[in-house]
């Protein structure tokens, strides 16, 4: 079972892989005649707005500095290319819509409509959601085990991974605010801050994976097994934030991660006796099956809900189930060591 779970996990990564191509609405003659249009004019089918007065640094252009607009609006960025770009995605697709033709993407995404200047509201409230879940989850963790669970004598939790769960939580939980605040405003910034948040978290994971499914408890074995994966994981990190935002190679690095913890869990999953073992199963082959919605990426039902959206939505259980697994290891674990204790 552990074999054919991966094979489906290896083969829904790697399709992402393919995926990574020119958008087909940025080579529109249509689309881009309109955008250069706009940016003389500042209007778009009758509909002008007020950021073409100003440069896309939000100098001024042919106006004094208290017609910019507050700082509650500028923090979005939201510049007269932007805009222009944006309000003509939605005018040639009405157009296509009109001749029967169906969606297509805009620099890499779907032609989403806006609410109250978020540009993926649906997945900002999904990212959202599981960040909730996943501090809910720390919380009730670390509730047991420092509160439900008996001490050592040294005052120490029973259970040897406590302290690698609690850093796991504040991966994740870092990697969903900063994936709501990127579906939010795609910019320069919350990208580079989305995508190494998401390259720490695969990364911890998998350190994670390893220690817990290989029982390595000793701090020395430890330090040698994370050292050369957060080494590279640095590196890779530094790489796309100063050198180049390589978006093929940071997949790549991703798939291998995601593959290799995968893996490591399926066959811990498969030989271990844990009473625990199935909640393993379901999260991996649930993980598999919401990965196929990123790989069938279908264009935004009302504008709003697209693949990517519910696989935002299919993590939600995922990780619920994940750190009930988390606390049923714990509570394993510490009711095998003191009965080795008596």
């Known amino acids: 079972m552990a074999r054919h779970c991966f094979v489906l996990v290896l083969v829904a ?22 955008v250069e249009q706009c940016e003389k004019t500042g209007c778009v089918g009758g509909k002008c707005f007020q950021h073409c007065n100003f440069s896309a640094d939000g100098n001024p252009v042919d106006g004094p500095w208290y017609l910019q607009e507050p700082l509650y609006i500028q ?16 005018y040639r697709e009405e157009e296509r819509q009109k001749l029967g033709q169906k969606p297509i993407k805009y620099h890499g995404k779907w032609p989403f409509k806006r609410v109250y200047g978020i540009q993926e509201p649906v997945s900002v409230a999904l990212s959202a959601l599981n960040l909730a879940v ?9 509730i047991l085990v420092n509160y439900k669970l008996p001490f050592r004598s040294n005052k120490k939790t029973y259970y040897e991974y406590t302290g690698l769960w609690n850093i796991y939580a504040l991966f994740a939980m870092n990697a969903w605010f900063w ?29 994670l994976s390893i220690i817990r499914a290989f029982s390595v408890r000793l701090e020395a074995v430890r330090v040698m097994v994370a050292a050369p994966l957060l080494a590279f994981v640095t590196t890779h990190i530094l790489y796309l934030n100063f050198y180049k935002l390589d978006y093929g190679w940071n997949m790549k690095v991703c798939v291998a991660m995601g593959i290799l913890q995968l ?23 649930g993980g598999a099956l919401a990965m196929l919605l990123e790989i069938y990426d279908f264009p935004p039902y009302w504008d709003l809900v697209d693949a990517h959206a519910l696989w935002h939505a299919a993590t939600i259980p995922l990780a619920y189930l994940w750190w009930s697994f988390v606390r049923a290891d714990s509570e394993f674990r510490t009711s095998i060591l003191i009965k080795k204790t008596k």
């Open 13 to 34: 990564l790697l399709c992402l892989v393919g995926l990574l191509e020119t958008s087909p609405g940025d080579a529109d003659p249509v689309y881009r005649s309109c």
């Open 263 to 285: 893996l490591v869990w399926s066959i811990w999953a498969g030989v271990t006796h844990h009473p625990s073992r199935w909640k393993l199963w379901v999260v991996v082959l």
């Open 75 to 90: 923090w979005k960025q939201w510049d007269c290319r932007s805009d222009c770009r944006y309000h003509c995605m939605l």
């Open 179 to 207: 994936s709501a605040v990127f579906h939010s405003r795609d910019v320069d910034l919350t990208e580079k801050l989305d995508y190494s948040s998401a390259v720490a978290l695969l990364g911890y994971s998998l350190i």
């Open 134 to 142: 996943q501090f809910h989850g720390w919380v009730s963790f670390y």
